[in-house]
């Protein structure tokens, strides 16, 4: 299957921010096209950025000195060397995407995570510095794993636990880079304990399945209370890919909306006097 990453806000409209997600486990670039393509339509520029490989060894001195120089700071391992990758990653992104424009990248810069993605860039948040060239003015975490799996069972089991939509399901069935076996593993239990001790006051979109096996509820409760700026929408029966469940629409007018209150405050166009609802 084609790996689109890029995608771009129709002819003739001023791009209105620049989103970077990052996949969850087993996924591929191509998983996210469909919301790629979407959020570009409402004008913003998308990339998808590949998801470093987990479970690692410990990184050598070198990676771990250029993963710091990208804004990451030490970790244990194996979280020191994914969030290194991450961070090269983000840093590669955002510096690409910021010298296509005379005015550098279009902001707001926004993190979409997803499962796997969705705690790499929570733990990245808990341990970067906001200097770094890839930190963003909000993120969108959906779909944040827990400590728990479902392994065992075939392809279809595996689906069931991802998502209800046969749109999404043949995506994921017909993509050969999906990895088989991966979509519902274990996430290491040092880079959960990162990623829900973040405290980062950016604007947070956190997005959860009530119909979630993998997610813990509770800590992404415990989560929403403890950041400075965090909203939390619970997505009538979607699973863990919350971002493209049968849902899928009104998800992403949902963080469309987030968007949009997030440019709002950085720049706002529009003031309300009075309102009914």
């Known amino acids: 299957m084609t790996q689109t990453t890029d995608f771009y806000a129709p002819a003739g409209l001023r791009t209105r921010g620049t989103i970077l997600i990052v996949p969850g486990r087993g996924e591929t670039p191509a998983t996210y096209g469909r919301l790629g393509a979407r959020l570009a339509f409402d004008a913003y520029r998308v990339r998808i950025v590949n998801l470093p490989a987990t479970g690692t060894a410990a990184g050598t001195a070198a990676g771990t000195a250029a993963g710091a120089a990208a804004g990451a700071a030490a970790a244990p391992a194996p979280v020191a060397p ?3 990758a991450l961070a090269r990653g983000l840093t590669e992104a955002a510096g690409d995407l910021g010298a296509e424009t005379a005015d550098g990248l279009p902001r707001p810069l926004v993190l979409v995570g997803s499962d796997l993605g969705a705690a790499g860039i929570a733990a990245l948040l808990a341990t970067a510095s906001p200097s770094a060239v890839w930190w963003p003015q909000a993120v969108v975490l959906a779909g944040l794993p827990g400590g728990g799996t479902q392994a065992g069972g075939g392809w279809d089991d595996e689906l069931d636990v991802r998502t209800a939509c046969p749109t999404h399901r043949g995506v994921l069935t017909g993509d050969t880079a999906v990895e088989r076996g991966a979509l519902a593993g274990p996430v290491p239990q ?23 096996p993998l997610a813990d509820r509770d800590a992404i409760a415990r989560a929403a209370k403890t950041l400075p700026q965090a909203r939390l929408g619970v997505v009538r029966g979607a699973h863990h890919d919350v971002l493209n469940d049968l849902q899928h629409r009104s998800v992403a007018a949902e963080v469309v909306t987030f968007l949009e209150a997030v440019r709002e405050e950085l720049r706002p166009a529009v003031t309300v006097e009075a309102s009914a609802w």
């Open 190 to 212: 040092d880079l959960l304990d990162a990623a829900y001790a973040s405290t980062a006051d950016v604007p947070h979109l956190l997005l959860v399945g009530d119909a979630d």
């Open 82 to 84: 994914f969030l290194d």
